[in-house]
């Protein structure tokens, strides 16, 4: 399946990226394990943010084709 | 109700009037309760002479939206406008409008200060400042003491 990654604000300055197009296989695969295959010299630090097709959700997430994952700090608006 | 996310520059007063006029039937609300969020030139000990403000296109909307709806649900309301600014603000300009209208002024209050205290806390915004140390990213923003915050979950 084929997943797009988007990081926001420092995480994307510290990733050096703000979008990438990943494919994964099999089944059950978690936003977790996606940061893991991407990131894996870097723990997913607990206050990153997580959200899947624009809503907010946590790492055990599973994911499907076509998801939209995006990563980024905690949210300083208004 | 109305959200605008927007980069230009915005009179958040003649915004509120323009609204009412155009959108409020006449005679039927007795509160309006605005609140606007403007620049500061001092943040966390540091002057600030610029920002930039970032934000997720499409989601932003979506859950400044979903705020707005939960406070319509909360309180009596007859309506509800939301402009938040992106890009590069400049000291004193305003950055956030929250204005809603209701038949007395208990419900205007209560849901203007959800919907700002909630909004900061979902929308996906964030503001890189112009220092004279360089940019920085606000980690944070301060707390309203007044308001219990639900919080966000935190990644697994």
């Not at chain 1, 296989?25 to 996606?34: I, K, P, R």
């Not at chain 1, 991407?38 to 055990?60: D, F, H, K, R, W």
């Not at chain 2, 200060?113 to 909630?118: F, H």
Request: hydrophobic residues 40%; charged residues 25%.
């Amino acid at each position: 399946m084929n997943i797009t990654v988007r990081y926001f604000a420092s995480l994307r300055d510290r990733m050096g990226r703000a979008e990438q197009t990943v494919s994964l296989e099999g089944d059950a695969v978690t936003v977790a394990d996606l940061w893991s295959k991407l990131s894996p010299q870097q723990a997913m630090s607990g206050n990153i943010l997580i959200a899947v097709n624009m809503e907010y959700t946590n790492g055990a997430r599973v994911l499907k084709n076509g998801d939209e994952v995006a990563f980024f700090p905690p949210v300083t608006g208004g | 109700m109305k959200v605008i996310v927007q980069e230009a520059l915005f009179d958040p007063y003649q915004e509120t009037r323009s609204y009412e006029e155009n959108h409020l039937p006449p005679g039927k609300h007795g509160a309006a309760v605005t609140f606007v969020g403007a620049m500061r030139d001092f943040n966390d000990g540091h002057d600030v002479s610029a920002m930039f403000l970032e934000h997720y296109p499409g989601m932003t909307e979506r859950h400044i939206e979903a705020v707005c709806r939960e406070a319509a649900e909360k309180w009596d309301l007859i309506d509800t406008l939301v402009v938040h600014r992106y890009g590069e603000i400049t000291i004193s300009e305003p950055i956030v409008l929250v204005a809603v209208w209701s038949v007395h002024r208990a419900h205007a209050f209560d849901a203007c200060r959800y919907i700002i205290n909630y909004l900061k806390e979902r929308a996906p915004f964030w503001k890189c400042e112009s220092t004279q140390q360089g940019k920085r990213w606000v980690e944070h923003n301060s707390e309203d003491p007044g308001v219990n915050s639900k919080g966000l979950k935190q990644t697994a």
